[in-house]
């Protein structure tokens, strides 16, 4: 890529950082050069961003409707999947899927929930009854 | 030493696609080997005595930090940028393969220099503690990498590092078996692209390509899949080996980052959704297939060069 190439589109980085990029100057030779971003990135960005507020829109019916125990949301909320989950609470990924049943939630000690509620960073009771 | 001498003395450059793992529900593919990896071949190379650590004990992660930063020993620290508390909101998922130095402490605060801010920050020690145990897949632990001596570097020793480093780095690209690494996992994800659009859908398929685009010009990587900078590294590398030809081949690996930029923008086509046939998925497999051979035919070439 040419010094001249590089592209300075403003996005998320604006008003954090700009970021070093390798480009070829006017003599041919390497240098790093600061961009303040590519509009490929942030849309690239934006895409993933908007799959994850689906991704929460969809638990937060699910959990509402019964299908799904608040243990749902909250991962989507937190974009955590289950080794992230699972290495906050200490419990095993099958372990998880089945707490995500609100049948078996509804049974969960309060010594398990509270594992849940402090890997979200929240408090048992809005693990209980979660404001959605 | 520079970015690049040490980003290509520790063959730093690498592609693989690692089958049935998602990361943030997209594939698993990585431009670059580890970075720890990285550091400590590029010490080895250079002769500097360096140490890596991981923690089961926050307390001692922190005793230990502590201890070497009143030796006046920067320290480089794994961390996850999920609960980064710099980060531009929008970049912090959990990715836990980031590394930032540690290289003071002031008023109860750790001076940090990541090389994704522009200027030095801070953070509390128990911000740093949340960022060095976080969970997930490549979990930190906690890991330092830090340098114990830093003799001067001999203009020879520089050589024969640069040497092993363009070695190695054709060995990984050219030669791991199976053929999901080096050139053969370029092809590979090629494959996979071409089955997105009928095995996920449409918005899946489009998200996966996203996710290429992200891991490819996610910062730190200098442009084009960290691309832009081994050939940065080549050509210092050809003043350095007093060897023209290094700087060819150089040529031939800005034209493999200028063809994954291209292939971005074209990516970018189907996931901001004006392009949504079979046959743009087709282009995205074919153009990765043209990078694969203009990499292939540049690896190859570099390791024929005697050094």
Redesign the interface.
Known sequence: ?KKSE?PQDAG??AN?????????NEEG????E??VG????S???D???G?IEDRIKEARTDVKNGKLSPIAYFMELE???F??????TGFWKWSIKRHRKPAVFAKLSDKKLLKYADAFSITLEELKKPNI | MTEPLAFGIGSGLFYIHIPFMTVNNGPAISFRTMPGAIFKRTCKALGVKMESRKFKSHDEAQKVLDNLLQRGIPVGCQVGVFHLIYFPKAYRFHFNAHNLIVFGEEDGKYLISDPIMETTTTLLPDELEKVRFAKGALAPKGRINYALSAAAISNAQLRSAIKSGIKRNCRDMLHIPGNIAGVKGINYTAKKIEGWRDKLGEKQAALHLGQIVRMQEEIGTGGGGFRFLYAAFLDQASEIMNNDKLLLVSDKISKAGDLWRDSALQMSGIFKGRLNSQKDYIDSANLMREISAVEKDAFQQLSKIKL
């Open positions: 890529m590089l998320h980085l954090f950082t700009r970021e070093v990029c390798y480009v070829k030779k390497y240098q790093a600061l961009s590519w509009e490929v990135k849309d690239a960005l895409n993933a961003w799959d974009l955590m999947d080794v992230v989950l699972s290495g906050h």
